[in-house]
Every structure is written in C-alpha cells, then in structure tokens.
C-alpha cells in the first residue's frame, strides 16, 4: 500500500513538471519577456475564449472576460458578470427589434415613437426574466503579470440559457 502511494505521488510530481504550462517572465519589467509570456499564455487558451455569442444544440452561449484581480474567484465573478451583461444585452436588442417591427408594423404612423418606447419596455422586463434562467457553463483562468511585478488573475466564463426558456420569457412578457 506504501509503494502505491509512493509511485502515484512520483506519477503526480512527473506530470506536474511536465506541462505546457506557460513559464512566468524572469523579469516582468522587460517587455520582451512580459510580451512572450502574454502570448504564450493566449497560445494556451481554450478556442472558446475568442467566441463571443453563439447557439448550438437549443442553447444560447455567451463568453465573457475579466479584468485582472487580485484573487481568482473576483476575476471570475467580473468574467460571469460580464458574459451574463453581454447576454441580457443581446437579449435586449434581440426583443427590442422584433417588439418593434411587430408593433410599427400594426400601428398608425403617430404612434410609432411610443410603441417603440414600450418594445424597449418590453425587452427590459423580458431582460430581467432572462437573467433568472442563465447558468454558467464554464470558465478558465489564468495568471497575469504587470511591469511592476504585480501578479493577478485574469478569467473568461460562458454562460448558456435554453433557447426554449428564452423563447418563453419573451412570449410571457409579450402576451402581458
């Protein structure tokens, strides 16, 4: 049992060492080094990370990304804050549009301003519905260095809703 548990800490120290992992700069204050660095650490990032908003398989994606924090659990929550905020908006936009067209479409000319004005209403209520029913989906983070050798933590989220719970939030709120 001794020798099991010799061998899987040997095994785990072996490929500890053996990762890809980027190597921090020697000296953060040289630019060159602080720029391989950067760019080895965007080489290892997942391909998602430079996705914004798509759909795939009856799911809404949306990635979001962090400013650099001082603990890695505040970069996430900037880097989920900010996907759910990309999300609501594309959210918005989406209700607003269709709101719109639906609505000045029906209407007199004399009352499109304000029709418009409650699509906008409308998408803000649909917005909030929404936001319930957003979940995180995953999310990856990474160490960042400043010139002043300043180390912090930068995150990137995405966050998925079901097209279906979308779709039913925006025909409640429609319907009201």
């Given at each position: 049992?001794?020798?099991?548990f010799i061998i899987a800490i040997a095994v785990a120290i072996t490929s500890?060492?053996?990762s890809n992992n980027p190597v921090l700069p020697k000296d953060p204050s040289d630019n060159v080094d602080?720029?391989?660095y950067y760019q080895e650490i965007k080489d290892e990032r997942p391909d998602w990370t430079?996705?914004?908003?798509?759909?795939e398989d009856d799911q809404y994606f949306q990635v979001g990304e962090s400013f650099v924090f001082d603990t890695e659990r505040e970069a996430k929550k900037d880097a989920m804050r900010d996907a759910t905020f990309r999300l609501s908006e594309h959210v918005r936009q989406d209700v607003d549009i269709s709101f719109a067209q639906k609505m000045t479409s029906e209407g007199q000319t004399e009352n499109t301003v304000l029709q418009f004005r409650n699509g906008t209403e409308m998408a803000k209520i649909v917005s909030r519905?929404?936001?319930q029913s957003i979940s995180v989906h995953e999310t990856y983070t990474?160490?960042?260095v400043d010139?002043?050798?300043k180390y912090g933590?930068?995150?990137f989220a995405i966050m998925k809703i079901n097209a279906r719970d979308l779709k039913n939030a925006i025909n409640r709120s429609m319907s009201n």
């Open positions: 049992m001794k020798k099991l500890v060492g053996c602080r720029l391989r430079n996705q914004g908003f798509w759909e519905s929404v936001m990474e160490l960042d010139k002043n050798e933590y930068r995150a």
